[in-house]
């Protein structure tokens, strides 16, 4: 179920010869014509997409040439429109276009309308939800009384992407995906800080406000920071670089998965990682507008020169010295795998360099037991240093990364998996660092590949 505001999204393309004899301006000839529902409408299409769900959207449409049009756009894909009735005219957002290049964006429906009365039985359908996404584009449709009265007591999972112009969610929603400017704007935070402060600030602030089970800060190529009743925001980041793609409709790519997802069992968690995927991927598809996350700081040449403390004494140094962000995060890291290069990759991301934390032989004795560690801690530590994500290692002795931790002092210390509880987060805050989780990639263990090996083998000297 989709509920928000829709738009009729018009784009005139054409080329530009010449420059009007009357007046300064181009000239557009115009060669084609394209029109889809925008808004809520959009993510409706986006929902319905797949085939193998029923979706319906709430909306508001104007007796009008656009609303008619708009009902036929959806019909035709498939999707069930409830409309309330809208006084004045169906909003319009019309681009003109040459070669790819919007010159000028003309809109019509004049200033937002509350929509009238909601026909008897229209809002019945958010009964027979499996999820609801509320898609809210600031015209009315989200903050209609009715609407808001039949949201609070739907029991299926919402997911709430808001608008600046709009109302609140109701309170106890799933999850509410603001991008990181709306969310500054609705908390009044200054914004300063990294991506991942200023998420993780105001992500908080906007749980509580909103009394959300959840709230995923969308951060365009950053992916998401997703901050839910735990201690630590899961930062999820996008999977891929968009390059310059048009980043246009993402978000709403991003919470109709976010909903779908939910709809099928998800967790929380697990939904916004499929929302960072399918967003990536929309994105990918084409067009302009996204930007290339810069690299500030290129990272040091691989070697035995990054082994150490002072090679990471002297590198956290130098990117403070430049006002970066240093990461850092620990293991064992026996059997290198696919997990550990997923949380390294996206624990790079999340600042200017990486420092990895490296358990000892005997430390990795203490925590797996005596048959472990299968590769001594020379030869972890230099394949660990070979990676382009890993600007240096250095080798602890103790069962926890504590006593490291206390002297590197990293900006941000970075868990793979799902924890209840980050013993080191309070260490960490005594000098304003942040703790965060980044989703492990399922499957992927050295115990579970050491186990299959063992099977193997046994297996092999059976027959």
């Known amino acids: 179920m989709i509920v928000g505001d829709t738009l009729l999204d018009r784009d005139v393309d054409g080329?530009?010869?010449?420059?009007?004899?009357?007046?300064?301006?181009?000239?557009?000839?115009?060669?084609?014509?394209?029109e889809r529902p925008g808004g809520a409408g959009l993510a409706a299409l986006l929902a319905a997409a797949p085939g193998d769900h029923r979706v319906a959207l709430v909306t508001a449409l104007a007796p009008d040439a656009a609303g008619a049009r708009l009902s036929e756009l959806l019909t035709a894909a498939g999707v069930e429109v409830h409309?309330?009735?809208?006084?004045?005219?169906?909003?319009?957002?019309?681009?003109?276009?040459?070669?790819?290049?919007?010159?000028?964006?003309?809109?019509?429906?004049g200033p937002a309308r509350t929509p009238g009365d909601a026909p008897d039985g229209l809002l019945d359908v958010l009964g027979a939800a499996t999820a609801i996404l509320v898609s809210d584009y600031g015209r009315g449709v989200a903050g209609h009384p009715a609407v808001r009265a039949a949201l609070e007591k739907a029991s299926a999972p919402i997911v709430w992407d808001p608008h600046p112009s709009g109302p609140p969610p109701v309170p106890g929603?799933?999850?509410?995906t603001p991008n990181l400017a709306e969310a500054v704007a609705f908390t009044g935070d200054a914004g300063h800080g990294s991506t991942l402060s200023a998420g993780r600030r105001t992500g908080y602030h906007l749980r509580e406000q909103w009394r959300a089970h959840a709230v995923a800060v969308t951060c365009g190529a950053d992916g998401a920071i997703l901050c839910p009743a735990g201690p630590a925001p899961l930062v999820i980041p996008a999977p891929a670089d968009a390059g310059d793609a048009d980043t246009c409709g993402a978000g709403d790519r991003f919470a109709a998965t976010a909903a779908l997802s939910l709809a099928a069992g998800a967790l929380v968690s697990e939904a916004v990682q499929d929302a960072v995927a399918a967003a990536t991927s929309y994105v990918l598809a084409g067009g302009v507008g996204a930007a290339l996350t810069p690299q500030p700081f290129p990272?040091?040449?691989?070697?035995?020169?990054?082994?150490?403390?002072?090679?990471?004494?002297?590198?956290?140094?130098?990117?403070?010295?430049?006002?970066?962000?240093?990461?850092?995060?620990?293991?064992?890291?026996?059997?290198?795998?696919?997990g550990h290069l997923a949380t390294l990759r996206a624990a790079r991301g999340l600042g200017d360099c990486l420092i990895v934390c490296l358990n000892s032989d005997d430390s990795v004795r203490g925590l797996?037991?005596?048959?472990?560690?299968?590769?001594?801690?020379?030869?972890?530590?230099?394949?660990?240093?070979?990676?382009?994500?890993?600007?240096?290692?250095?080798?602890?002795d103790e069962p926890t990364p504590e006593a490291v931790l206390s002297w590197l002092r990293p900006d941000v210390w970075v868990k793979g998996g799902d924890y209840a509880e980050l013993p080191e987060a309070e260490l960490v805050k005594r000098w304003d660092g942040q703790t965060v989780i980044v989703p492990y990639l399922d499957g992927r263990s050295t115990t579970r590949t050491i186990a299959a090996a063992q099977a193997a083998v046994t297996t092999t000297s059976g027959r």
């Open 15 to 34: 080329a530009v010869r010449r420059i009007a004899p009357d007046a300064p301006a181009p000239v557009l000839d115009e060669e084609a014509v394209s």
């Open 83 to 109: 409309a309330l009735p809208l006084p004045g005219a169906t909003p319009e957002k019309i681009r003109m276009r040459s070669r790819g290049q919007v010159l000028i964006r003309l809109d019509r429906g």
């Open 173 to 176: 929603v799933r999850l509410v």
């Open 299 to 338: 990272p040091p040449a691989p070697g035995p020169e990054r082994i150490g403390t002072d090679a990471a004494g002297q590198l956290a140094a130098s990117i403070r010295d430049r006002n970066g962000v240093v990461v850092a995060t620990g293991g064992c890291f026996d059997l290198l795998h696919a």
């Open 368 to 396: 797996k037991g005596p048959d472990r560690p299968l590769n001594p801690q020379a030869d972890r530590a230099r394949l660990l240093a070979a990676l382009d994500c890993v600007d240096a290692v250095v080798v602890f």
